[in-house]
Structure formats: C-alpha cells, structure tokens
C-alpha cells in the first residue's frame, strides 16, 4: 500500500460549525491540515485553489446541496478527489444518488473520533493506492 503524504490536506464542507470544528480537532491531531468551508460557495473557492487528499461533504449545506456540489466537482470541474459524503439521516437514495459520482463513503453524523479516522485514512490509501 502506498504511503500517505506526510501532512495530508483535507476540505471539511459542512453548515455545522460544531461538526467542522470536532472534525478539525480530531484530524489535526493526526498531522492533518484541515481547511473548512459552510457552504458551496466558500468551498468552490477553495477547490479552485487547492488540492486536496480527500473532501468531507455533508449532504445538506443549508440553503445548499451537497449532491449539488459533488456533481459540480465532478462534472464540472473534473476534480477527482476522493470525497466522504457526511449525514444526520441515513438516507439510502441520497446515498445511492452520491454513489454515482463516485464516493468513497459515507459517514453518519453523529459520529466518534476513532470512526472517523478510519473512514478518512481508508479512503486516502485507497486513492493513493489508485494513482
């Protein structure tokens, strides 16, 4: 298996400040350097400017769809990044529906920090793997 990068980048897209800040807590204790978004517009920004390891991407963004905003980083954009879709609801055709656009997962919030660091480090060694 591939190595990770040293300090892996990660882009944390959720309208929950408590969520991105506990997921900037755990991960940042795992030598990760985590970036963070509320909406669609803030990460589009980032994701113009950056790249990322991998994206966490909650479903609902307020106002905004985070299906919405994965079809745009893969349609539009072209972005390949490995994404983590996140929700509060275990909602199977969202699921199905963030599946076609290629996912590496999906982590139901609330979730714990050990959950979490698998989910996110599973789905980068599989990307690194990959390329």
């Known amino acids: 298996m591939a190595q990770l990068k040293e300090k892996p980048l990660i882009l944390t897209i959720d309208d929950e400040p408590t969520i991105r800040s506990a997921i900037q807590l755990i991960l940042s204790r795992r030598h990760c350097t985590v970036l963070s978004a509320q909406n669609a517009e803030e ?7 950056q790249t990322f390891d991998i994206i966490l991407l909650d479903v609902k963004l307020g106002k905004d769809s985070g299906l919405d905003f994965l079809k745009y980083l893969r349609e539009e954009l072209k972005i390949t990044t490995p ?9 199977t055709e969202r699921i199905k529906e963030a599946s076609k656009f290629n996912i590496k997962g999906f982590l139901l919030k609330p979730f714990n920090a050990k959950g979490l660091e698998e989910k996110v480090f599973a789905a980068m060694e599989v990307a690194v793997s990959a390329a």
């Open 83 to 91: 994404v983590l879709m996140m929700s509060g609801l275990a909602d």
């Open 43 to 49: 990460a589009k920004a980032l994701v113009q400017s």
